[in-house]
């Protein structure tokens, strides 16, 4: 069975642009969540999305978006880039809500 | 109070060796407890899940449960140099059902 999937792996932008990542999760997954990953701060939560809905946000400002689709794929958009963007975007997927979380390879983005 | 809470090490244990890492938890409602293991550059893969009090073993990975007391944690048996990586404490906290992180301790297995 495929594991989770991240595109595009590498992104380099400028402050001010904006940014969208996809998360394809685990065949049979629905539950898909969204992480920020700094040296100082480690795993911060970012969002989980089930059934096409929000379910749980994290304390990050409303720059941060995100959405599923019916297939559970799912997407997170950064608006108006800083350079305290810059980190790794970590999707993970689950069967259900508060199951085992399986972990994509992760976005690396730079914001220069 | 952190709600997930790791020693950040690193944590240096010899080659053959156990190495012991913890965690300890806030929220006593807790159910739901894992440990991932991250190398360097790497994103987080799960390692084991535990629900409840008690021990479970899996190869050489045994997690540890007291719910009592609040704490988590994983013995790794016969360290390998291959185990020298960052390890994650979650544990699903509260009533909105979120993966919280601790911040890893990071294991050096040394020759």
């Known amino acids: 069975k495929a594991g989770v999937t991240q595109t595009p792996r590498y992104l380099i932008k400028t402050r001010g642009q904006q940014v969208t990542l996809s998360c394809s999760p685990i065949?049979?997954?629905?539950?898909v969540s969204w992480y920020q990953q700094t040296p100082g701060q480690g795993l911060q939560f970012l969002f989980e999305?089930?059934?096409?809905?929000?379910?749980n946000k994290g304390n990050f400002p409303g720059r941060f978006s995100g959405r599923q689709f019916s297939n559970s794929r799912s997407e997170m958009n950064v608006s108006t880039l800083e350079l305290g963007d810059s980190a790794l975007y970590l999707c993970?997927?689950?069967?259900?809500?508060?199951?085992?979380?399986?972990f994509g390879p992760g976005t690396r983005l730079t914001v220069l | 109070q952190k709600e997930v809470e790791q020693n950040s090490g690193p944590l240096s244990v010899p080659e053959g060796a156990i190495a012991s890492l913890n965690c300890t938890y806030s929220?006593?409602?807790?159910?739901?407890f894992f440990w991932y293991r991250q190398y360097s550059g790497k994103s987080p893969e799960l390692i084991m899940s535990?629900?409840?009090?008690g021990d479970k073993e899996d190869g050489r990975f045994t997690a540890q449960l007291n719910k009592a007391s609040q704490y988590v944690s994983l013995l790794i048996r016969d360290s390998q140099p291959s185990d020298s990586a960052t390890y994650l404490c979650?544990?699903?906290?509260?009533?909105?059902?979120?993966?919280?992180f601790g911040t890893g301790t990071r294991l050096q297995v040394t020759l």
């Open positions: 535990i629900y409840s009090n």
């Open positions: 929220d006593r409602g807790s159910q739901s």
């Open positions: 999305y089930f059934s096409e809905t929000q379910r």
């Open positions: 993970a997927s689950s069967l259900y809500r508060q199951s085992e979380q399986f």
């Open positions: 979650a544990v699903y906290t509260g009533t909105a059902s979120k993966l919280t």
């Open positions: 065949s049979g997954h629905r539950s």
